[in-house]
């Protein structure tokens, strides 16, 4: 674990549409990285496109757009196409894992077998110094502010274009309030806490 004044710089954002795992995975990270969380692949992508990240963690299997489809979007835009992104599945079938790694996955991890150190070993090894972008931390001045959608290559929807603009109208241009905002309910606190005792 690093020290507060080792802090990495690099930029971690966990796609996931599973509320409890997905705060289960920036509970592991937030003293080591800048965390940002989007809840599906679509909200995951334009987030991406605002504050480029240095890693993405997706999850496979989730709705609006899945796991693969997003990969595909990264690989295809030119400011995300070198982004790492380790992928997260439930199904541990070859057929799935072949998928991700020829769509341009960097890694994976099998989420029923899931462990907190193979985790962060995997998020380390994507984060040092070497591996990350100097142009998608946080310090430098030559991150894009704004990049035209009709640039990406994937196959984007006008219509979701648009609903992303409209989302975005209010929102901050400031990084914090992309930050994640781990408010939970009581019962998914202690969740999350049995959850992390049983991964210690």
Do not use: C
Request: proline share 4%.
């Amino acid at each position: 674990m690093l020290n507060a004044s080792e802090k990495s710089n690099a930029r971690v954002l966990v796609i996931d549409d599973d509320p409890l795992f997905r705060n289960l995975m920036v509970s592991f990270l937030r003293s080591e990285y800048i965390v940002s969380v989007a809840s599906d692949g679509s909200q995951g992508f334009y987030k991406a496109l605002e504050y480029p990240p240095d890693i993405a963690i997706v999850d496979v299997q989730m709705a609006v757009w899945d796991g693969l489809q997003t990969l595909k979007a990264f690989r295809s835009h030119p400011m995300l196409s070198q982004t790492k992104i380790i992928m997260l599945t439930s199904d541990a079938s070859k057929e799935t894992v072949v998928a991700a790694i020829q769509g341009g996955a960097n890694d994976y991890i099998i989420k029923t077998s899931f462990s907190k150190s193979e985790f962060l070993d995997k998020v380390r090894k994507f984060a040092q110094p070497g591996f990350f972008r100097g142009a998608n931390t946080p310090n430098s001045s030559k991150r894009p502010t704004a990049v035209p959608m009709a640039t990406a290559q994937a196959p984007i929807a006008h219509e979701q274009i648009n609903e992303h603009r409209a989302l975005n109208v209010n929102h901050s241009n400031s990084v914090e309030d992309q930050l994640v905002d781990l408010s939970l309910d009581q019962t998914e606190e202690e969740q999350l806490q049995e959850l992390m005792e049983d991964w210690e």
